[in-house]
DNA sequence: TTCAGCTATTCGGTGTTGCTATGTACCAGT
DNA sequence: ACTGGTACATAGCAACACCGAATAGCTGAA
């Protein structure tokens, strides 16, 4: 969708693949597809790699490495009580956003 | 809030500001005050002049020099018609992730 | 057998953005 | 003179998403 979503997204994308992981575990490339499936067709490969790995530093995710039958094994994520706690902010955060916005929303119509 | 909302105003406080302009002109002293009466208390005032320049350089809005009784001239701005489009357009994209997001959620409870 | 194509992950470099910290300047009241 | 509120500007920093390219395993067609 351009510029606007991309920077949109600084913040948010996160939230999103912690509610993902939320409901079920996940790896990497079916999380890519997911995503595109949802209409967010512009977002690259890389950056969820990327954000995985930060995920996964930060301690938010367990992972664990499973064979694939079609190519390279499969790092698989899941939420840990640690992610959860910080999905419980995250969802907080985005909820104030969201009230704000759409007051804007209302008096700007 | 923390860094959660950092990250999250990346891309919405442009739209949050455009929205502001929407409905009337405004300062970016005043801007930054009415925030932080709205909550977002830790938002720097150098952000905002950072992001009120930027929307000029970009021709969204209109800028005129308004001498102050209680201290240095203010710079009004007010959104011109491609601010108007522009703003459009973000309240897709935040049309867009709101139902993603409200939808993922969901899901999760 | 080789080669294209799908699966799956990684990484270096780039641009945009918000924050921190600091500086400038104007004015009123003490 | 000095403090404090008003008002704007900017240099340096960190975080994040994107782009492009590379690596690697597997399958099926030529």
């Not at 606007?4 to 790896?27: D, H, P, W």
């Not at 939420?79 to 956003?97: C, H, I, P, V």
């Amino acid at each position: 969708m351009g510029k606007q979503m991309t920077e949109m997204l600084k913040g948010t994308l996160e939230g999103i693949v912690l509610a993902i992981l939320s409901g079920r575990s996940a790896y990497g490339y079916e999380i890519t597809a997911w995503l595109r499936d949802q209409g967010f067709s512009d977002i690259a490969e890389g950056t969820i790699y990327a954000l995985l790995v930060r995920i996964e530093q930060r301690g938010l995710v367990d992972v664990e490495k499973v064979p694939s039958e079609k190519g390279p094994p499969r790092k698989v994520y899941s939420l840990n009580a640690q992610g959860r706690a910080y999905l419980e902010e995250f969802w907080k955060t985005w909820s104030f956003l969201t009230e704000r916005l759409e007051q804007l929303r209302e008096e700007g119509s």
